[in-house]
């Protein structure tokens, strides 16, 4: 696995404060269809890593690199903001995304609660947005500054031949979008309650 030591400490970090179970599974396959999606509600970075918006898992498959862990997370933090989505702060987040991307609230999930194409779609777009958005080594807080720096270190190197990230699209609302989510505050007057984000299911 091309995953280093750092960036497997700080998925156990992640893992600490979210309640998301994430999982390193070398030679594991990924559980999808042609759709790009599975009947469980999985999406996938091509063989690096896979999220599941119903058993909250996030996996790290054996061709995972740099960007895999914080490209999976944001799938989590999107969907997490789904399914807590109730106060003001939470839906302004979420009215910035989707408006961003085109799309309508009823277009993202089907009846049985399972993405539609259209909620893959935004969903990626979110998640290439999201390495954009850590590659400007921009931190929004000042003691982010130096996560930053690392970030925009690997990303580029890692997309210096070839950047496959096409729907990414990192308008000022959405930068906005991912300031807050990054510079985070338990507590804080624009918050998210951190206990409904490690249980989305009971709020």
């Known amino acids: 696995m091309i995953m280093s030591r750092r960036a497997r400490s700080a998925g156990a970090q992640l893992a600490g ?6 999982v390193y599974r070398p030679n594991a396959a990924l559980d999808r269809h042609a759709s790009g999606r599975d009947q469980g509600g999985s999406l996938f970075q091509q063989d690096r890593g896979q999220f599941n918006i119903h058993t909250r898992e996030l996996k790290l498959l054996e061709a995972a690199d740099q960007s895999t862990l914080m490209h999976e997370a944001s799938h989590w933090y999107l969907d997490t903001l789904f399914k807590i989505d ?6 302004k987040q979420l009215d910035e ?35 954009s958005y850590l590659q400007t080594g921009k931190a929004p807080i000042p003691r982010l500054q130096q996560v930053f720096d690392r970030f ?24 906005d979008v991912f300031d807050r989510m990054m510079a985070f505050e338990p507590g804080g007057t624009e918050r998210l309650d951190l206990e409904a984000m490690r249980n989305p299911q009971s709020v």
Do not use: C
């Open 17 to 22: 404060v979210s309640g998301l179970a994430i």
């Open 86 to 91: 109730g106060n003001e702060f939470v839906t």
């Open 97 to 131: 995304v989707i408006n961003g991307h085109g799309t309508k609230r009823d277009e993202v999930f089907d009846g049985d609660g399972n993405l539609t194409s259209k909620g893959v779609e935004l969903q990626e777009a979110f998640a290439e947005t999201f390495e």
């Open 152 to 175: 925009r270190e690997w990303l580029t190197a890692l997309y210096k031949a070839l950047d496959p990230r096409e729907r990414s699209n990192l308008t000022p609302e959405i930068k």
